[in-house]
């Protein structure tokens, strides 16, 4: 049963026009995104989720937009436990965070897989703007990399990447940065054979320090948001800054990974740097 088909007898008819069918798992809290004329509904729509699944022990809205330097998105618990910590399952891999202190898109979780999926053997990895280390245990788990290296700036964020590297016992493959990529990535002198920037809206402006980080041959997945026009805009980005370090750029795919909006997508050009 879906939350329209659970709630057709409680709500009125403009109402379930308004009300989104699906919402976002993060471990056992339930995120949905609920309109103005149906915020004087949230508590009866959360205590619908609760009983659809009984998995779910919290229900939150989103109350906000994402925003900030650490792309923390506002919520307000409508149901359930007053908490917003909980434990995330993805592909195997335990994640733990807390909602409240960092970003996290459970959504992401298929595209993370795809990436374990393009490594080869012995690759050292430089996974920018790692967060709780979603990336970097997923590729530690299911690709054959030889070390991956995670560099995050929100000290909150880096808190529970430590504790996720213990719980998922990752520690000989991965390494945990705290601190600003700009500064830490120069200043470690490595050459890396695969380089990640999951970080759409703002990616672009660290081409260049990715690039130089970035081994012959390295490849580089880099993450934008772009209406399906604009598509090109990310790639010729991608060229220039190539160019302008004196190397070559071929892409080798171009992935749609998501939305951001109803008219733009997230998207991720994977490149290979000669």
């Known amino acids: 049963?879906?939350?329209?088909q659970a709630l057709r007898h409680s709500l009125e008819p403009d109402e379930l026009d308004h009300l989104v069918r699906s919402y976002d798992v993060v471990g056992d809290i339930a995120i949905i995104a609920l309109p103005p004329p149906l915020f004087h509904r949230e508590?009866?729509?959360?205590?619908?989720?609760?009983?659809?699944?009984?998995?779910?022990?919290?229900?939150?809205?989103?109350?906000?937009?994402?925003?900030?330097?650490?792309?923390?998105?506002?919520?307000?618990?409508?149901?359930?436990?007053?908490r917003l910590e909980t434990i995330h399952r993805?592909?195997?891999?335990?994640?733990?965070?807390?909602?409240?202190?960092?970003?996290?898109?459970?959504?992401?979780?298929?595209?993370?897989?795809?990436?374990?999926?393009?490594?080869?053997?012995?690759?050292?990895?430089?996974?920018?703007?790692?967060?709780?280390?979603?990336?970097?245990?997923?590729?530690?788990?299911?690709s054959p990399a030889a070390t991956?290296?995670?560099v995050e700036k929100n000290s909150d964020a880096h808190h529970f990447a430590l504790i996720n590297r213990k719980k998922n016992r990752a520690e000989k493959k991965v390494s945990l940065w705290c601190g600003d990529v700009i500064d830490l990535v120069p200043s470690?002198?490595?050459?890396?054979?695969?380089?990640?920037?999951p970080l759409p809206?703002?990616?672009?402006?660290?081409?260049?320090?990715a690039i130089h980080a970035l081994r012959c041959g390295g490849h580089l997945h880099l993450y934008d948001f772009?209406?399906?026009?604009?598509?090109?805009?990310?790639?010729?980005?991608?060229?220039?800054?190539s160019h302008q370090a004196g190397r070559t750029m071929r892409?080798?795919?171009?992935?749609?990974?998501?939305?951001?909006?109803?008219?733009?997508?997230?998207?991720?050009?994977?490149?290979?740097?000669?």
């Open 1 to 4: 049963m879906n939350l329209k």
């Open 43 to 82: 508590t009866l729509i959360g205590e619908a989720i609760l009983n659809i699944n009984k998995r779910i022990k919290v229900v939150a809205r989103r109350d906000g937009c994402c925003s900030g330097e650490y792309r923390i998105t506002p919520l307000k618990i409508i149901a359930g436990e007053q």
């Open 90 to 142: 993805e592909f195997g891999v335990l994640l733990h965070l807390d909602l409240g202190r960092v970003y996290f898109s459970p959504r992401s979780g298929n595209e993370r897989k795809r990436l374990a999926d393009m490594v080869v053997d012995d690759e050292s990895i430089l996974v920018m703007f790692s967060g709780i280390a979603p990336a970097p245990l997923l590729l530690a788990k299911h």
């Open 201 to 209: 809206g703002s990616a672009r402006s660290f081409l260049r320090l």
């Open 226 to 241: 772009q209406p399906q026009s604009q598509f090109g805009e990310t790639v010729a980005a991608l060229q220039l800054a």
């Open 148 to 150: 991956i290296i995670g």
């Open 251 to 274: 892409l080798d795919n171009l992935v749609v990974c998501g939305h951001n909006s109803p008219s733009s997508y997230r998207i991720c050009v994977d490149a290979s740097i000669f």
């Open 188 to 197: 470690c002198g490595m050459k890396f054979d695969r380089i990640v920037m």
